[in-house]
């Protein structure tokens, strides 16, 4: 039996996954991918890419590559993690002495590499750190008979460290390779007999922005440029950025109750104490229950119980006494600071200390808010939902017995001890809370992940940092997702739903056309990065195309007094233009006008809680000013409307409206006209006190992209 025919009916593969798993290996005997133009696995994050890799790697060993080298993030963890998957799922050839594997750090005797182990298949796990590489560089040196092997190189997460610069002043070009991406550059040109190379990742956003060819420093290095794009497609129970941030816009999806809004000084007390500070303020935390301070993590650790709760008694199985109990997780990932961690574990404890002390009718109204909110999003999908008594009573249970875990997860060798056989972190309790930084992002799986507290809100934002921080994506059950909340502030909401939309358009074009290059624009100053900037050197995206939507949230208006006159100039504007069905044509010249005015009228103040939200309405007019340019137009369609009350806030209040355009009415008409123009809709307010604004008419625009617009990713250093 083949090394592949054993690994896909040994883990039932299906047909598409083979399909993706063949047409890669194809693709890497086909074309050259050495360390010029590398292939790429471009999958999703938490998607199965490691059992896609793994399946290639089986087919390739069939295809008479002799040696698999596996390239792995710096992480203990995932080394660990790594290592015991290969050993699972090639279980049957290791143990009849047909493949050997090795984490090369831990490979101490290079004479265990005998001619007989090399006549089979080997694999080497290499961590992307200097110590590994180096004894990579030492195992192929003084083991030269592995140089003329046919080598597959399976670089894991392949942006990170792999595809890198540093800044050196020293440099004529202000620019340096990273030692490590050096390194591994200069292992795959050092080597004599064929090999290939793929690059593994979820995060794309480093290896397709690189030169064609690269020169830094007046030394030659080897471009990571792919040669060839596979797009692998999500598993079925796969949930991501479509769910999260596409239907939570569906007010019959459990996805729109996912989101609950955290207000920024919430998250900077959480974050903002002194490391010489052992603890947070005691009469808070005496309070805790009923301190405004803490009332989202409050808030978010009883809603977490709740929901845990309710999956638990959902899953019972009185039938089967070895039935696996459901155990779930929540994840609170505000800072990497250690002593913030700790003071967080205490913060944790003392909340459940003091839900502890309740008594069971009191503990009731504590819980009850959580459960009916709760009700909403499992209606939906018409779960059984138990009794708030049964609820109660479990959680009393929970907590006098001890069986909510807290766990402090900040290093690399906490992470190790906690995964279990099968490489993922092991959820000992029902109830399970990790408090954490960014050791709990690549590659670290978390089932039944139910509560996510995520407070990490910098000034600017680094994609594939907080995408690969998003623990929330991968396989995910209906039932969990009905309980299943993310907390964080609007800001980080927001630039994750920018990010989501950008890395779907990235991946449209990659399937349209693989060779096809993403159209960046530029511009300096806003608050995305599509990658470290030790990666990729921008500052911002935002990402549009056909039928694309542009328009604030989260913005509170001016008081009357101060608009109103602004508002009756717009008006004037606008007036002799409209036709009778309250539509018309505009200018370039004339939208700046109408955008700056309109922008005037909103006010960005922490009372409103939308300070960092304010409109950039360059990108706005830079995203028309191209959709003009492709249409060879000057005309810009306007579709007026008046007397609207949209609400500011939706979702109870948990997050900022963002839909004042009518599915049914404005958008058909507004698509209508998109044909051969971009369309503003010019959606007029009440703005009553009554829908959160301050008894002032304003406009609320929306920008529409014309059909056929190409994807466009505005972004620039």
């Known amino acids: 039996m083949s090394f592949y025919q054993y690994i896909t009916e040994k883990r039932n593969d299906s047909q598409e996954l083979k399909s993706v798993m063949e047409t890669v290996a ?36 069939d295809e008479d590559y002799d040696v698999a080298v596996v390239l792995t993030k710096n992480s203990v963890a995932l080394v660990e993690q790594t290592m015991k998957r290969l050993k699972s799922e090639f279980d049957k050839p290791i143990s009849s002495k047909k493949l050997y594997v090795w984490d090369v750090i831990k490979l101490q005797n290079l004479d265990q590499l005998t001619g007989y182990i090399l006549k089979n298949k080997v694999i080497f796990v290499v961590k992307k750190e200097m110590k590994n590489m180096g004894k990579l560089h030492k195992i ?5 008979q592995l140089k003329d092997k046919n080598i597959l190189i399976i670089d894991d997460e392949a942006d990170q460290a792999s595809v890198s610069f540093v800044n050196d002043k020293e440099k004529e070009d202000g620019m340096d390779f990273a030692k ?29 922005l690189q030169p064609e060819d690269l020169e830094l420093s007046g030394e030659e290095t080897a471009p990571n440029r792919p040669a060839f794009t596979q797009l692998l497609h999500p598993h079925a129970a796969y949930v991501g950025g479509v769910y999260y941030f596409e239907e939570a816009l569906n007010n019959d999806s459990t996805a729109c109750y996912v989101f609950n809004q955290v207000p920024d000084d919430q998250i900077d007390y959480l974050n903002g104490k002194s490391k010489s500070t052992s603890t947070y303020n005691k009469k808070a935390l005496s309070n805790v229950l ?26 019972e199985n009185s039938k089967d006494p070895w039935a696996e109990t459901y155990h779930s997780a929540f994840v609170l990932h505000t800072s990497v600071g250690k002593a913030i961690h700790s003071q967080q574990k205490n913060l944790i404890e003392e909340i459940l200390f003091q839900l502890n002390q309740l008594s069971e009718v009191e503990l009731l109204t504590y819980l009850k808010y959580a459960y009916h909110k709760l009700e909403f ?3 939906l999908i018409e779960a059984k939902v138990p009794t708030l008594e049964a609820v109660v009573a479990n959680v009393k249970e929970a907590l006098v017995n001890e069986y909510i875990g807290i766990t402090v997860v900040n290093s690399e060798n906490q992470v190790a001890e906690l995964l279990g056989e099968d490489g993922q972190l092991r959820l000992d309790n029902p109830y399970n809370i ?3 930084g960014q050791t709990l992002d690549r590659g670290i799986t978390i089932d039944h992940l139910i509560g996510f507290y995520y407070g990490r809100n910098p000034k600017t934002f680094q994609m594939d940092t907080v995408l690969q921080h998003s623990r929330m994506y991968g396989s995910r059950s209906e039932n969990d997702l009905a309980v299943t909340r993310f907390y964080t502030s609007y800001r980080v909401y927001d630039a994750m739903r920018n990010m989501h939309f950008f890395d779907q358009d990235l991946r449209e074009n990659i399937q349209r056309d693989p060779n096809a290059v993403v159209r960046f624009i530029a511009k300096q100053g806003t608050a995305i990065k599509p990658c470290g900037p030790n990666k990729i050197k921008a500052s911002s995206v935002i990402s549009f195309k056909e039928y694309s939507r542009l328009l604030p949230i989260g913005f509170q208006t001016r008081s009357k007094t101060n608009i109103q006159k602004t508002i009756l100039e717009i008006d004037q504007i606008l007036l002799p233009i409209l036709d009778e069905n309250k539509e018309g044509i505009i200018t370039l010249e004339i939208l700046k006008d109408i955008l700056s005015k309109i922008n005037e009228t909103y006010t960005y103040e922490p009372q409103f809680g939308n300070v960092g939200l304010n409109w950039d309405i360059d990108i706005i007019l830079k995203a028309v000013e191209l959709a003009l340019s492709y249409k060879k137009t000057n005309h810009i369609g306007i579709y007026f409307r008046e007397d609207r009350e949209t609400s500011r806030t939706k979702n109870q209040g948990q997050s900022f409206a963002d839909a004042p355009d009518d599915g049914r009415t404005d958008l058909p008409r507004s698509k209508a006209m998109a044909v051969n123009k971009p369309v503003i809709m010019l959606l007029k307010q ?10 002032a008419e304003f406009y609320w625009p929306v920008v529409m992209m ?5 994807n466009y990713v505005y972004s620039e250093s």
């Open 434 to 436: 990790f408090i954490g």
């Open 180 to 208: 490590i991406a050096k390194s591994l550059s200069d292992f795959r040109i050092n080597l004599k007999g064929r090999n290939s190379f793929l690059q593994v990742t979820a995060t794309p956003y480093s290896l397709y």
């Open 290 to 315: 009923r301190t405004d301070n803490f009332k989202s993590i409050k808030d978010a650790v009883i809603n977490y119980l709740v929901g845990g709760s309710i999956r638990q008694i959902q899953e």
């Open 377 to 379: 999003s499992l209606e």
């Open 26 to 61: 194809s693709n890497l005997k086909k074309h050259k991918t050495d360390e010029i133009k590398p292939g790429v696995l471009l999958g999703l994050i938490q998607s199965g890419k490691t059992r896609a890799f793994l399946g290639v790697m089986a087919k390739c060993f």
């Open 140 to 144: 192929f040196d003084e083991v030269p």
């Open 706 to 710: 014309p059909a056929n617009m190409p």
């Open 686 to 695: 009440t703005g009553t006190s009554a829908d959160g604004w301050r008894d």
